[in-house]
């Protein structure tokens, strides 16, 4: 995924680690020769309309609300459709209250109205980094993973201990898929044990020893932090 940092200086752009403390937990728990981490891509300001997620200072936030205004001041000028110009007109609104496209409650009807010819920055979701944030890149990076709608699974033991990157809401057999489209053709059962429960028993062996695994279908909904086995025909 990539997050743009719009107003934030001191981050460096490129790949980074989404460094989450609870891989250093299972890697704690489960020997494996080594750990890896879910990666991300951090882009500047260019990089602002192909982002799925946008960090920025408190006090570039104005300026990102007001790219979006302007924009809807230009398409009003245009005489749009009457449907566009009330939705329109509904979000200049909640844009002069300070607040995000992201986060507006429009309807289905709305959200139609203005979708063909809608680039608003801020309809992705916007995270206001806070200085100390700032100071401590790898917080915030986590951060803006999650409200990206992002979450990890684990896979444990052998030759790595690594988190997955999955959308929430997605299906065993589409997290197989994240790690090889082998996995999703051949997906038979995921074995499943919670994180809760992989760290209370001390580990994957001690939890499946205390009954803690689940044998899951294809569509089951795979869990933050989830630490799954795959069976799969070959």
């Not at 489960?30 to 990666?39: N, S």
Request: aromatic share 6%; net charge neutral.
């Amino acid at each position: 995924m990539k997050i743009c940092l719009y107003g934030i200086s001191g981050v460096p752009v490129g790949k980074h680690n989404v460094k989450d403390p609870r891989l250093d937990e299972a890697h704690r728990l489960v020997e494996a020769k080594k750990k890896t981490c879910v990666q991300v891509d951090v882009l500047d300001e260019d990089g602002l309309q192909d982002a799925e997620a946008v960090v920025v200072s408190e006090q570039s936030r104005p300026d990102l609300i007001l790219k979006d205004l302007e924009f809807i001041e230009t398409r009003l000028a245009r005489n749009p459709a009457e449907a566009e110009k009330a939705a329109l007109t509904k979000l200049h609104t909640h844009l002069e209250q300070e607040r995000f496209v992201f986060d507006a409650e429009l309807s289905d009807a709305e959200r139609q109205a203005i979708a063909a010819h809608s680039c608003f920055v801020t309809s992705r979701p916007v995270i206001v980094a806070t200085p100390r944030e700032i100071a401590q890149p790898e917080e915030l990076i986590l951060r803006a993973y999650h409200a990206s709608g992002h979450i990890s699974f684990l896979t444990v033991g052998g030759k790595e201990n690594r988190a997955w990157k999955i959308k929430k809401r997605t299906t065993a057999r589409e997290a197989g898929g994240a790690i090889h489209s082998d996995i999703r053709r051949g997906f038979i059962r995921a074995e499943v044990i919670s994180y809760d429960d992989f760290i209370l028993a001390g580990g994957e062996t001690q939890a499946k020893r205390a009954g803690k695994l689940r044998l899951e279908t294809q569509n089951y909904v795979v869990q933050d932090y989830d630490v799954v086995n795959f069976r799969l025909n070959k």
